[in-house]
């Protein structure tokens, strides 16, 4: 039984750490790294970021694959992706570094941290009205592992959270929204908008000049989910308008974002570098681990992803 990591190694720990951690998880597994795969036909298991598939040899006997990408949009529909499982790795919690990322964002936008800022450089000793929790409504778009516990957070910090999410479901503890038709009530109760949703046809672009114009005026965003969920032409003419009066955007189009980007100044915007989240070897390891234990046992794999969906 071996597993073949294709470039995380590279970007995630080193190889000496990957191996070292299943050890202790899975000593049965053999762990190679690629582009050194030994006998194809050994590979059971791949766990791989931003795949060439062009590159990669057939695995007769691949059973499963792992994706530590951020999205699956850009190899999903692979002619020569390997007709196997493909899952994620996201730890079953969420990831604490998703977490305290987006309450801050949260808090500090609705603290007006960006306007303090300025009156700082000015010199300004201002005084204005601060909102109370109550009273600022947060909206999550996408409801997974990586939002749940930041809102659960907000929430009994006592802001009203809701989400908006593609499927019906039940949830005792945030009030949910779903389908496009639901859309709109749902953004024109929300405040600050959290975007963690996955990238798919229906989801891109989902930020425009239509839905911003669907917000409360002087509402906010932080995204999160993928740089091509906002149109940017359409966010920076929100914010020029007033309708919108911040953007914080750790995900952007393309990346990194040009230098001639009008964001990199926009004064009512925070660009971040795509750092919201950087996962361990371990919480990667965890989950993989997780995986290959319930299949070898007979279950399903965990975590799977509907190539039909994207996600």
């Given at each position: ?125 201002r005084?204005?009205?601060?909102v ?23 929430k ?62 002087g ?6 989910g ?13 914010l ?72």
């Open positions: 039984m071996a597993l073949l990591v294709v470039d995380l190694d590279k970007h995630i720990g080193n190889a000496a750490s990957w191996r070292d951690t299943f050890a202790g998880l899975l000593p049965g597994l053999e762990v190679r790294f690629w582009p050194e795969p030994g006998n194809v036909a050994d590979i059971e298991y791949l766990a791989f970021m931003r795949p060439d598939f062009d590159a990669l040899p057939a695995f007769p006997n691949l059973k499963l694959m792992f994706s530590r990408s951020a999205g699956v949009e850009a190899f999903v529909n692979h002619p020569k992706l390997p007709k196997v499982p493909l899952c994620k790795v996201e730890p079953q919690d969420g990831d604490p570094m998703m977490t305290e990322y987006v309450v801050m964002h949260v808090l500090r936008l609705h603290r007006d941290m960006p306007g303090y800022a300025i009156a700082q450089a000015n010199r300004e000793w005084r204005t009205t601060i109370r929790p109550e009273q600022r409504r947060v909206g999550f778009l996408g409801l997974g592992k990586m939002a749940k516990a930041p809102a659960l957070i907000l009994q910090l006592g802001f009203p959270v809701s989400a908006w999410v593609r499927n019906p479901r039940e949830d005792s503890d945030i009030a949910i929204y779903h389908g496009e038709d639901r859309l709109e009530p749902f953004l024109s109760q929300t405040d600050i908008a959290v975007c963690l949703l996955p990238l798919t046809r229906e989801t891109e672009g989902i930020f425009s000049a239509r839905t911003f114009a669907m917000m409360p005026k509402a906010m965003l932080i995204n999160v993928r740089g091509k969920h906002v149109v940017e032409a359409d966010l920076i003419a929100a020029d308008s007033g309708q919108l009066s911040y953007a914080a955007l750790d995900a952007l189009w393309p990346e990194p974002l040009p230098k001639t980007s009008p964001l990199w100044s926009h004064p009512k915007v925070t660009v971040m570098p795509h750092v919201a989240r950087r996962p361990t070897v371990m919480q990667l390891a965890n989950e993989i681990a997780a995986c290959i234990r319930n299949v070898e046992a007979g279950g399903p794999p965990l975590q799977e992803i509907d190539l039909t969906l994207g996600y």
